[in-house]
């Protein structure tokens, strides 16, 4: 018998649309389980040849291996992070799933091992996002009442028996809900952001002490310019002189970017907010790695005014005078997801189209280029909500981790 798993994308103008605090929740990430999706439990070396991986799309970039869904007793995929542990040099996955969090030792592509899972705080949810920070994961949901939890990841090192069901080490509560998480590594404060509507911060952003990851404490937060629903924060090192060493936040706000200076907790101050031509939802953006470019996704603009998949880059040499500087449209109508930024290349999630590497070398020069792809959802690159969630491009073996919505964890890397 078929399963078809739906679940609907949720806007703020949709009656009975809500989040778990009983707020209209973002719009983000609806998806639909495709019977045309190959639910293998694990997957090996599939090398990048004549633009086949398998069954996957590819260009430039190889399978090194996969989990499914099944196999983390799971319905649906959503946000991805890393962990290098300094100590053993070892490599792991922390995959987000509609019911917790799974745990995958990829040190030895060969033998992906499933550790176990941390199940969620509260009930499932189609929403969850972690970051890292000293050794610790930081996971929150949309789930109704999740807060935030924290586990100790070296605990990862010595599983006997796997997979092992975790239990969080701590779990703040200073919120309920929150849509995402976001780290500052170089301050050790935590940002909440995507909560309750009608909360102290009006769903902007919770600031979180966490330089103790055990004992997280609350300290202030910002609601000035509405629901963030995601966020890059940085000690900023970029060419605006007038704010080097300050904390920043710039925050995708549904209709607007905001950028806040947040160096004072107790008193954050609005430098700019900026908006752009043919809005749909501003999504999420990441700094190019001087500082100067903002990369911004819109997660509607392909469904409701029919582009190819649209990147846009805005110059931020000046903080307070934001300006668009270019514009990147892709080679398919999928929808643009999370992206990340390392060295010249932007890691885009492009759901249906699956992970396009952008070649961002010439950006000074308005000049973006494709220079590869590894397809996960080989069904169509259709504007839908499926295929992959996000990303993260940040191991020292340059392996590349991509969960997705409908098959789970894929290990990909670039082809020799």
Request: net charge negative.
């Amino acid at each position: 018998m078929k399963k078809t798993l739906l679940l609907f994308l949720c806007l703020p103008f949709l009656v009975g649309c809500s989040n778990s605090d009983d707020s209209p929740a973002a719009a983000d990430d609806s998806m639909m389980m495709d019977d045309d999706i190959v639910d293998n439990p694990q997957t090996g070396f599939l090398p990048c040849t004549g633009g086949m991986a398998g069954i996957y799309p590819c260009n430039g970039y190889d399978l090194l291996g996969q989990i499914s869904l099944a196999s983390f007793s799971a319905s649906a995929g959503n946000d991805i992070w890393g962990w290098t542990d300094t100590t053993t040099g070892k490599e792991y996955a922390l995959v987000g799933l509609d019911n917790g969090t799974a745990f995958v030792d990829i040190t030895d592509t060969e033998e992906l091992i499933y550790l176990g899972k941390l199940p969620s705080a509260t009930v499932s949810s189609s929403w969850r996002d972690i970051k890292v920070y000293q050794d610790h994961a930081f996971i929150v949901s949309e789930a109704g009442g999740h807060g935030m939890q924290v586990f100790d990841l070296t605990k990862l090192r010595n599983v006997a028996n796997t997979p092992e069901t975790f239990e969080a080490d701590a779990r703040y509560s200073g919120f309920g809900s929150a849509h995402n998480i976001v780290i500052n590594e170089a301050s050790g404060y935590a940002y909440a952001v995507g909560t309750a509507r009608n909360d102290l911060y009006r769903g902007g952003v919770h600031f979180i002490n966490v330089q103790d990851p055990k004992n997280p404490t609350a300290a202030g937060g910002y609601g000035a310019n509405g629901y963030s629903h995601d966020a890059q924060v940085v000690t900023y090192n970029g060419p605006d002189a007038d704010y080097t060493g300050q904390e920043i936040f710039i925050g995708a706000n549904e209709n607007q970017v905001a950028i806040v200076d947040i160096t004072d907790k107790d008193n954050p101050m609005q430098i700019s907010t900026f908006q752009y031509a043919n809005i749909g939802y501003t999504h999420q953006g990441w700094f190019s790695e001087d500082q100067r470019y903002f990369i911004l996704g819109d997660e509607l603009d392909e469904i409701q005014l029919g582009f190819d998949s649209r990147t846009l880059v805005f110059d931020l040499s000046d903080l307070d005078n934001p300006s668009l500087h270019t514009t990147y449209l892709g080679e398919t109508a999928a929808i643009d997801h999370n992206g990340y930024v390392r060295g010249d290349a932007f890691y885009l999630a492009n759901y249906t189209a699956g992970v396009r590497i952008l070649d961002i070398s010439g950006i000074e020069g308005q000049s973006i280029v494709e220079e590869g792809f590894f397809d996960t959802y080989p069904s169509n690159n259709t504007s839908a909500f499926e295929g992959v969630w996000s990303v993260y491009p940040y191991f020292e073996s340059e392996k590349i981790i991509v969960n997705d919505i409908n098959s789970g964890l894929f290990v990909i890397k670039k082809s020799n």
